[in-house]
């Protein structure tokens, strides 16, 4: 299963093993990672998943859609590798993706 | 406030689920029972009526957590497991089968349940109800190309289950008792610009109609109606709204008003209990009145809230309510609440499905109904947070992005 790195706004880091198929924010959320609240579910309709996905990786999560950038352009402290943890699909070629989370959802 | 050993959270869904969750995040030490009577440990709803009806979301991704991570929380779940009597007196709630546990603090999260159909016929076979992942369990198998649904109530649940059932191939008939779909929650403008999708869509509806009887032997043939029509279908979904679940508070003496009622902090009328989530009467902050909320936004919040209060913990800002709702390829997105609104405000265009409603009262924006507008939902929210008054022609202004007007109106 690919691993992926959460690491909380004070440093403190969670390496989860997340089925591919999944995203990034079912992950942080189904094994209790702190600071992604994602109201919504998956919607795309709440902005509460907002991660900085790490710079190295920022090539291989996707794009982001119309929608989610729109949602973005609302969130906190945006930063240019800024999604919503909700919209990228974990797959075998992210084992290793290391994300942050923001401050502003701690 | 004496240490507070033992929480036992009544009705394990969503309300309930982030109570306990939280309870932890906010370093409770005590310990926690989560109760619910239904058999999966708590899970999100709104995917019922959309992609878990249409088998594009697998029961896994519908449970909020899997049940190790309540474990992992130290958090006791007991699914399949009814609380039936609670004594206040004793501090004490009793299960089904006789099993008494006791409380230092109570949260009823116990939600709400189905408005039964008042027709003869409505225990056919082939008459559904949707509220449980169970009901979709039996409903699924049912949806195959060509079968002729009836869906009875024309709110957000219903519609979402017609444009399900019409991307699937089934022959739809939506009845509804008022004039228009959405009625009761909705603009008359946007209710037609969803009437108009729908049928766009193959959709048929029969408005102003109510159902008087189901029709069938062995199962269900054709719903009657009042003037002696009738549509003859396969299977009927009734989606004709819901009561909040106060069974357990009021047999408690707790005061109940069209849902238990609550102040800003969660608190019943027993101190040492809270109720959370669609079962409860709250303060509308921004709109200086009570009200009962049926979303996601309000059970999250409510858990939080009683989370705070038993950890004696910064009680978390209410936030405008808000809700969505998604239907073929149409995300609508609904902050505040418009009742009372005096003006209605378009901005963007129905025709190209892209559009945003606002609602406003004397000038000052009440609710914004959002069509593939996420900026409109997000920004709008924030000015009813706010409080804000937005000049009309701003709102309706094309050429600037939402935010720019947005951040004109708070300036
Ligand atoms: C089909 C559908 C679609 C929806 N779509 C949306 C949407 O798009 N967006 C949105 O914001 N909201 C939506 N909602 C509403 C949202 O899901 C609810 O508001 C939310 O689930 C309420 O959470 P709750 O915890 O208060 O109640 P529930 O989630 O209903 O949980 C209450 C639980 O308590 C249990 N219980 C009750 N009494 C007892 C007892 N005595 N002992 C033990 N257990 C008990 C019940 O069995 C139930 O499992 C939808 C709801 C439905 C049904
Ligand atoms: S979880 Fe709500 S937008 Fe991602």
Known sequence: ?106 | MSEIGRVIIVGAGQAGGEAAIRLRQLGFKGEIMLIGEEPLPPYQRPPLSKKFLSGEMPEDRLLLKPAEAYAEENITLLTGKKVVWIDRSQKKARLEGGRELGYDALILATGSRVRALPVAGADLPGVFMLRTAADVDALRPEFKPGKRLVVIGAGYIGLEVAAVARTLGLEVTVLEAAARPLARVTSPEVSGFFLDYHASKGVRFALSAQAAVIKGDARVRAVGLKDGSEVPCDLVLAGIGILPETSLAETAGLKVEDGIVVDRQARTSDPSIYAIGDCVRRPLVHYDREGRLESVHNAIEGGKIAAAMITGSAMPAEEVPWFWSDQYDLKLQIAGLSTGYDQLVIRGSMEKRAFAAFYLKAGKLLAVDAVNSPAEFLGGKRLIERGASVAPAALSDMSKPFKEIMTAALA
């Open chain 1, 1 to 106: 299963m690919p691993k992926i790195t959460y690491v909380e706004h004070n440093g403190k880091e969670h390496v989860i093993d997340v089925a591919a198929g999944m995203t990034v924010m079912e992950g942080a959320v189904k094994h209790n990672v702190p600071g992604i609240d994602a109201d919504c579910g998956g919607a795309c309709a709440c902005a509460t998943c907002h991660v900085y996905v790490d710079e190295a990786w920022a090539g291989k999560t996707g794009e982001s859609s119309g929608m989610e950038q729109s949602m973005l352009d609302f969130a906190n402290d945006v930063q240019p590798t800024s999604r919503l943890s909700c919209q990228i699909k974990v797959t075998a070629e992210l084992d290793g993706l290391v994300v942050r989370l923001p401050q502003s959802q701690h």
